[in-house]
T-cell receptor, first 112, second 114 residues
Framework: GESVGLHLPTLSVQEGDNSIINCAYSNSASDYFIWYKQESGKGPQFIID?????DKRQGQRVTVLLNKTVKHLSLQIAATQPGDSAVYFCAEIVGGSEKLVFGKGTKLTVNP | DAGVTQSPTHLIKTRGQHVTLRCSPISGHKSVSWYQQVLGQGPQFIFQ???????GRGNFPDRFSARQFPNYSSELNVNALLLGDSALYLC?????????????FGSGTRLTVV
């Protein structure tokens, strides 16, 4: 069925380290994936997206990797900063749909 | 430009009551979607409206309903509230297909049912 799951519910890193947040998805018909950051008391904020015809996309300090063979998505954050502390969600869209399917989220804590 | 605005920001209701949540999309955005986010989980899709017509509905009971007005603002209504309806209700707007234009979320309405 439709589901997006995450391997780790929490992640704690030191400031300046690189962070990797993982996500598994189950619907092979999903063709668009988004990573969101959600800070306390706020709505999800777009970080980066990737389409299913790509396997890597880079933004400013962030990289998303997509492995369709094993249905796995990851978000890499370089030089993690205290301001990166938040809950991170991956979300997928099945082709032809306008419904985002979210995972449960990973809470990232950056220690100074 | 103002982002997606939702009102009220917080709300406390009693079981069995009815609630109306409101959303104003970004100017020019014709599509509004509603999501429910239970504490500790990811948002779940409730409804999508485009040009005042319902274009999608999630797995929620008929107690949940919504509508979109000519100015593209939207209301989410929930009848016969249950304790399990306590959640953050998020509204998101877009100008077209999500994959092409993305979504912008509001900060949500925190509903507590007691």
């Amino acid at each position: 069925g439709e589901s997006v799951g995450l391997h780790l519910p929490t992640l704690s890193v030191q400031e300046g380290d690189n962070s990797i947040i993982n996500c598994a998805y189950s619907n092979s018909a999903s063709d668009y994936f988004i990573w969101y950051k959600q800070e306390s008391g706020k709505g999800p904020q777009f970080i980066i997206d990737i389409r299913s015809n790509m396997d890597k996309r880079q933004g400013q300090r962030v990289t998303v990797l997509l492995n369709k063979t094993v249905k796995h998505l990851s978000l890499q954050i370089a030089a993690t900063q205290p301001g990166d502390s938040a809950v991170y969600f991956c979300a997928e869209i099945v082709g032809g749909s306008e419904k985002l399917v979210f995972g449960k989220g990973t809470k990232l804590t950056v220690n100074p | 430009d103002a982002g997606v605005t939702q009102s009220p920001t917080h709300l406390i209701k009693t079981r069995g009551q009815h609630v109306t949540l409101r959303c104003s999309p970004i100017s020019g955005h014709k599509s509004v979607s509603w999501y429910q986010q239970v504490l500790g989980q990811g948002p779940q899709f409730i409804f999508q409206y485009y040009e005042k017509e319902e274009r999608g509905r999630g797995n929620f009971p008929d107690r949940f309903s919504a509508r979109q007005f000519p100015n593209y603002s939207s209301e989410l209504n929930v009848n016969a509230l249950l304790l399990g309806d306590s959640a953050l209700y998020l509204c998101a707007s877009t100008t077209g297909r999500i994959a092409n234009y993305g979504y912008t979320f509001g900060s949500g309405t925190r509903l507590t049912v007691v």
